[in-house]
């Protein structure tokens, strides 16, 4: 019983993480229909942002979420305008090859930049943990959590009470009807791309200090990020939410239950689960 | 509701359900072989409806579809093709990067595995619909009226003995219209059973046997053109948008 | 706007030229005595294999699958497992190792092929992953992360003769080339056959082909198996030809990108298209790994070779070759969605009717 609620927990907690991912992942696709297969490598940059404001400026990667989140905020902006706002007309599947292709592009040059070395963060409380009863609770994850926690309330403050978050949900909505309405649907583009890559980022300098950080650290994540948002419905934020918190375990369960090695098996077969018995997923609206 | 004997196509109660919305509720009629039926009825009536639930492009929610005396529910839109039921789109769907001809032999080939034999016949429909010359031109690049000629041309390649279609004159202007009424005659003369949803309604005059309206889903009057058309209810329901 | 198309069917002067070039292909390894153009060769024959294997179900049937590996992985794995530890010539354990993968696509296809474009995508990737991970974990069947090191390929006797030996790049060179030409033949039947026209048909609109008369799944599910089989062709003979294999450079995401990218560049949807896009493939990551990029930089004066960038360029460019995959298939997508050819059949196109309107003016 122990193992089951020390696994479950623990997989809760990092599912927070997966939540961000998920939700930054699921906004960009419900603003602008593009499934952005670069998201992993954007957790990555997270990743090592987190890292260099470590090492080289002696920021805790808690705090670091600060500038990590404007700085990739304006990677994805500038992304979304130059290259990705081309394809918007495009073929699913071409638009799916060009995100395919801009992942490549950003994994391989980390990895001519800094190498293929595994990086760590040791920070004092990077294997510290403490007890509650028989379960305990890895320090840093419970951190990560607490600030996901903060940032989620902020986004959908964002999204429900401000007039930016508004449009942008009506963007997502129904893109033609908010441009009628005076929305200028290209911006929104841009801001949910921002967003979209700012809270990947936020994701990955939060769990810096509990991963290897690679340049192909981001694979994973970026399938594992659809996972979650098929799971939840593709442009629903709740149910990226509800599906990050909900793969974690997933994960955590079958890597405690089945094998650690197997654990992403699960989860994929998962995934081709879903696709085919509720592909709207738990909060979707139904359309292909 | 009666089923009428020798009857090609019966509509027994077909009701067709999205969620709460009924967009068609309990149609009923029948066609015989040979005849032209329009299918008339304001916007939104539940035209388009009916002939997806016909054409299996998904079931009825209630009641029952005979075609030559089979039942119909529940069959995918190639099995319905292959039982000789086949339709036209309101908006054109040409397969754009292929040829004018191959357009058509991908609708021969569902009778014959040759591909020979197929391009025969595609050449002979092409004939028909007088697109034999565009016979190389790419699909895409149509003028929407010959699009819709080769979508005619396409249908009638897979050798039906009930066509469906849909508003098969809408944006064409009146020469091109003319073609397509007398295409439809045409076909006509050759044995072919035809259901034809039409908002010109001269055109539809001209060339149905019966008429059926259908209002909000529901069949609001059946009959010889000229008894259909001075319904009052009828007129009703088409308030502003008659053109008799 | 319309514009003429050529006629289908083959016409003298691309048939004499193909068949020239066949002739040509097979008389190299005697007319050239390098064992590196001999590689460059067979490394070409595989890209050839594998982009117009994908060809026929993603560019003729408009499924990208991005998850191509998982046959290319089967096709390598189950040779060289039954070589190694069963003794199984590679000729008889091609049979199992095809009908393993066309057993897989069909099953994989009846699962994933209702679902629409980018789900259908998404969902070949996470079939290959599956894959990939358990050749991963299987260690008993596959040494896992470890790969498999060939012991040795065995002389091909025919009647107790021996007709050859696996002892240099030579035999390699001819079943490549044989496998290129075959799959290029089937294309060219492919497209004019009731198959080619259906599955274009579901590539230009799927409802509109449903309602003619094409049941979906099964003729999706043809063109996959058919194109498996090519793929895991090509992933047995990767295996015998490199001797070693793992799960990363068997069944890898990496895999699957660049079979997809071959196609793309040359031209998706036509018989040469993968055989161009083979063509550029190759020469440019020879190049890069031979520097020669690198020293044509220099060559030309862009890059002083003394400067940092150059001896970061000198360093680093032969390892760059996903970091120049991924720019060429951004590249491709944005400005070339046709590919190659297809960009020059446009280009043609366009002249031809500038041509002709001018001419009727």
């Known amino acids: 019983m122990t193992v089951f609620l020390q696994s479950l927990l623990s997989g809760i907690l990092v599912g927070g993480a997966y939540a961000l991912i998920g939700v930054g992942l699921t906004i960009i696709f419900g603003v602008m229909r593009i499934i952005n297969f670069a998201h992993g490598d954007l957790v990555m940059l997270g990743m090592y942002a987190a890292y260099f404001l470590f090492t080289l400026g002696h920021v805790d990667p808690f705090v670091s979420v600060v500038f990590v989140f404007p700085l990739l905020f304006l990677f994805g902006a500038l992304l979304q305008k130059t290259v990705i706002n081309r394809v918007l007309d495009a073929l699913p599947q071409n638009q799916i090859l060009l995100t395919i292709g801009i992942g490549l592009i950003i994994s391989n040059t980390m990895m001519l930049l800094f190498t293929s070395d595994y990086r760590i963060i040791s920070t004092s409380y990077s294997s510290g943990s403490f007890r509650v009863g028989e379960i305990s609770v890895s320090t840093p994850l419970l951190l990560s959590f607490v600030i996901t926690a903060a940032v989620t309330a902020v986004l959908y403050w964002f999204l429900m009470k401000t007039d930016t978050g508004q449009a942008i949900r009506a963007t997502a909505q129904d893109r033609d009807a908010a441009q009628l309405m005076g929305v200028n649907v290209k911006r929104m583009s841009v801001l949910a791309t921002g967003i979209g890559a700012g809270l990947a980022a936020v994701a990955g300098a939060l769990i810096s200090p509990t991963y290897y950080i690679f340049p192909q650290v981001g694979q994973p994540f970026t399938l594992k990020a659809f996972v979650i948002v098929v799971l939840g419905g593709m442009g629903s934020v709740l149910g990226a939410t509800v599906g990050g918190v909900l793969i974690g375990a997933t994960e955590s369960l079958a890597g405690a239950y089945v094998s650690s090695g197997l654990k992403d098996l699960v989860v994929y077969v998962l995934f081709l689960l879903i696709l085919l018995f509720k592909p709207a997923g738990l909060f979707g609206k139904s359309r292909a | ?244 | 706007m319309a514009r003429p198309r050529r006629p289908r069917g083959l016409s003298v002067l691309p048939v004499a030229a193909g068949v020239a070039a066949v002739v040509l292909l097979a008389l190299l390894p005697r007319l050239v005595d390098s064992p590196y153009a001999l590689h460059l060769m067979v490394t070409f024959f595989l890209a050839v294999i594998m982009g117009s294997a994908w060809n026929l179900i993603g560019g003729y049937g408009g499924q990208y699958s991005v998850g191509h590996a998982a046959y290319f992985g089967i096709g390598a794995y189950t040779v060289l497992i039954l070589l190694n530890t069963g003794g199984l010539a590679p000729w008889w354990g091609l049979g199992p190792a095809l009908l393993l993968a066309m057993v897989v696509a069909a099953v994989v296809g009846s699962i994933t092929f209702r679902l629409r474009g980018p789900y259908f995508v998404l969902a070949s990737i996470a079939v290959a992953e599956i894959m990939r991970l358990a050749a991963l974990n299987w260690k008993d069947l596959t040494n896992g992360a470890e790969g498999i090191l060939l012991s040795s390929v065995p002389p091909l006797e025919i009647a107790g003769r021996v007709v050859t030996r696996f002892d240099s790049k030579v035999p390699y060179y001819y079943t490549g080339l044989g496998l290129a030409v075959l799959v290029v033949l089937v294309t060219v039947w492919f497209q004019g056959s009731k198959v080619g026209y259906y599955l274009q048909a579901i590539r230009e609109d799927q409802d509109a082909a449903n309602s003619l008369g094409i049941p979906l799944t099964l003729y999706k599910n043809v063109a996959l198996v058919l194109s498996a089989f090519f793929t895991a062709c090509a992933g047995a003979l990767y295996g015998l030809y490199v001797g070693f294999i793992d799960p990363q450079t068997a069944v890898g995401l990496d895999v699957s990108v660049q079979i997809v990218l071959t196609a793309i560049i040359g031209g998706i949807g036509t018989i040469l298209g993968p055989v161009v896009g083979a063509a550029l493939l190759v020469a440019l990551s020879e190049g890069l790994r031979s520097n020669v990029l690198t020293d044509l930089l220099v060559a030309v004066g862009i890059v002083n070779p003394d400067s940092a960038v150059g001896g970061f360029l000198r360093d680093n460019l032969s390892h760059a070759h996903m970091l120049i995959y991924g720019v060429l298939v951004a590249l491709t997508i944005l400005f070339m969605p046709d590919g190659v050819l297809g960009g020059v059949k446009n280009q043609l196109r366009r002249r031809r009717a500038r041509a002709s309107a001018g001419g009727a003016a």
């Open chain 2, 1 to 244: 509701m009666s089923s009428a004997p020798g009857a090609i196509l019966e509509m027994r109660s077909v009701s067709k359900f999205f969620g709460g919305l009924a967009a068609n509720s309990d149609v009923s009629f029948s066609m015989t072989q040979g005849m032209i039926l329009g299918l008339i009825g304001p916007n939104g009536a539940g035209k388009t409806t009916l002939f997806n639930c016909i054409t299996g492009y998904y079931p009825p929610s209630r009641g029952e579809i005979r075609f030559k005396g089979e039942r119909m529910n529940g069959l995918t839109p190639d099995q319905v093709c292959k039982r000789g039921m086949v339709r036209t789109w309101q908006k054109v769907r040409p397969l754009a990067k292929l040829s004018v001809l191959d357009n058509v032999v991908v609708g021969a080939l569902v009778r014959t595995g040759s591909v020979p034999a197929a391009r025969e016949i595609a050449r002979e429909q092409l004939e028909v619909v007088k697109l034999g010359h565009k016979a190389a031109f790419l699909a895409g690049g149509l003028p929407i009226g010959e699009r819709k000629k080769l979508e005619v041309a396409r249908v009638l390649a897979t050798k039906p003995d009930l066509l469906l279609l849909d508003e098969v004159m809408g944006g064409l202007n009146p020469a091109e219209s003319e073609d397509i009424i007398q295409l439809i005659l045409d076909i006509k003369k050759r044995g072919l059973t035809q259901m034809v949803i039409e908002h010109d309604m001269k055109a539809i005059m001209r060339i149905s046997d019966r008429i059926v309206v259908l209002n909000s889903g529901e069949k609001l009057a059946e009959g010889a053109p000229q008894e259909v058309v001075s319904n009052p209810e009828v007129v009703t329901a088409y308030l502003g948008e008659a053109h008799v």
